[in-house]
């Protein structure tokens, strides 16, 4: 096996076809699933104005053309949704950016500069081709991430398709991440690269661990609720005692940000870009105070609104430290010089839930994230025997909980805080289950019962 540990494990699902194989009608029904349901997909990119994808595509060429500088002031928000609009108003432009730019004639900058910068390379100048062809590549990465990630925890192909047509058709926060033009699918992908980087990492390695810090030092300054589900993994691998391979992936960290600090400052001409950044992100929730009516479920938000409880600060602190519990008693569970494998999903998905739980802002997108617990909760019976039936029961319920689509229509219809409860409790009971398996070492996955070949 190769340094970057891509052969499959022991006993993993074959995906090749060996001499004449009989017609698998689930196998067909499922990949028909996936054609019908990317198609639907594919048809709403088509006639979604992007949103939040207007932002990422406008605030490049704004500051490139010099027509503003700190793109997070109030008055700097309000001149560049301003000019933005008036050209959109001009004959030529396209339906979906005028609706974009008619929402948005205040615009609301709360990305990076870094996220910016690596915006504006890619911008045609063409909305409507630039927004289609980002939401395909996001589709694609996001297809790819899932069916890696699959492999890893030896899914059937069946098994595969299935969840990714169930995914396109009925998983709402990846629905909402292709009507508004959102970065989540991106970030799922970058977490799968994650942990595909440092599964099988010894203690003694050096090269993984750095190139997968680095990777996730750029990824953290592109978004930083990133930083949760790196942390985690972080803290995890330290309270094991892995020196030379924590050390190495600090270090890969440290870079990683600072080449991203480096190029945001120098794109917008000034490192003070990062300051005036900060500082919007501290008033975010005063600034733009999303309500849970308009799509913002995050559990702080709820308990606010809807029961008058104002925990703020003191809830994150508390996500924190539980999280640095339960981490903290898993890594007691693992041996020191085993390398890192299987865990890895649930260590990135809890830090990933606990992401949302713990935020004053959660989009309906943004809750596309908890895909990486779904994938590890959903996950074939692993050699030694079956996961115990409440398992089972209770992964499948929390699936379509936080899936918050159509099948939730029957019991909640459109009440916005009824879906949030649904969402934020599926999340949590995945989360649980993740713990679960953490503090009893759940040994890796076996191969898949869905009808595939074995070696």
């Known amino acids: 096996m190769g340094p970057l540990a891509l052969a499959p494990p022991p006993g993993h699902a074959r995906w090749v076809v060996e001499g004449t194989r009989r017609f698998e009608p689930a196998l067909a029904l499922a990949a028909l699933l996936v054609v019908a349901s990317l198609g639907a997909t594919l048809t709403t990119l088509r006639r979604a104005p992007a949103v939040d994808f207007y932002h990422f595509w406008l605030v490049g060429q704004a500051v490139e053309a010099g027509e503003v500088r700190d793109v997070y002031a ?95 058709l009925a998983f709402e926060p990846f629905a909402s991440d292709v009507r508004v033009g959102n970065v989540n699918r991106l970030q799922f992908g970058i977490l799968v690269a994650y942990g595909c980087l440092l599964w099988g990492v010894s203690s003694e390695d050096r090269f993984r661990p750095t190139l997968a810090g680095v990777w996730m030092g750029l990824a953290a300054m592109w978004k930083p609720n990133l930083a949760f589900p790196v942390g985690a993994v972080l803290f995890f691998w330290s309270c094991r005692d892995r020196n030379v391979a924590w050390r190495a992936h600090l270090a890969g960290l440290v870079v990683g940000a600072g080449a991203a600090f480096v190029v945001g400052s120098v794109f917008f001409g000034t490192p003070l870009v990062w300051a005036w950044w900060a500082d919007a992100a501290m008033n975010l929730p005063r600034d733009f105070p999303v309500p849970v009516e308009d799509g913002n479920f995050a559990p702080l938000r709820v308990l606010e609104q809807g029961f008058g409880i104002g925990l703020g600060v003191a809830w ?140």
């Open 74 to 168: 109030p008055e700097a928000r309000v001149d560049a949704g301003e000019r933005a609009y008036q050209r959109a108003l001009m004959p030529g432009v396209g339906e979906a950016q005028r609706r974009a730019a008619t929402k948005f004639r205040r615009l609301e900058t709360t990305a990076t500069p870094f996220l910016y910068a690596s915006f504006f390379p890619f911008v045609t100048g063409d909305y409507d081709y630039d927004r289609v062809a980002f939401g395909a590549f996001g589709i694609f990465v996001f297809a790819a991430a899932v069916g890696g990630l699959a492999w890893r925890l030896a899914y059937g192909a069946t098994a595969l398709l299935l969840l990714l047509g169930l995914t396109f």
């Open 316 to 455: 994150t602190v508390s996500c924190l430290v539980l999280l640095g519990l339960v981490l903290r008693r898993a890594a007691a569970s693992h041996g020191r010089d085993e390398p890192l494998a299987d865990e890895l999903v649930p260590v990135i998905g809890i830090g990933c839930a606990v992401s949302l739980l713990a935020s004053p802002l959660a989009w309906l997108h943004y809750y596309l994230l908890s895909m990486l617990l779904v994938l590890w909760v959903l996950r074939p019976d692993p050699p030694e025997g079956p996961l115990p039936r409440v398992y089972r029961v209770v992964g499948l319920t929390a699936v379509v909980a936080v899936s918050m689509g159509p099948v939730l229509e029957f019991f909640v219809v459109t009440a916005p805080y009824r879906w949030a409860a649904f969402g934020n409790g599926g999340l949590i009971l995945l989360l649980l289950l993740a713990v679960r398996d953490l503090l009893l070492e759940v040994p890796n996955p076996g191969p898949s019962r869905l009808g595939v070949t074995t070696m």
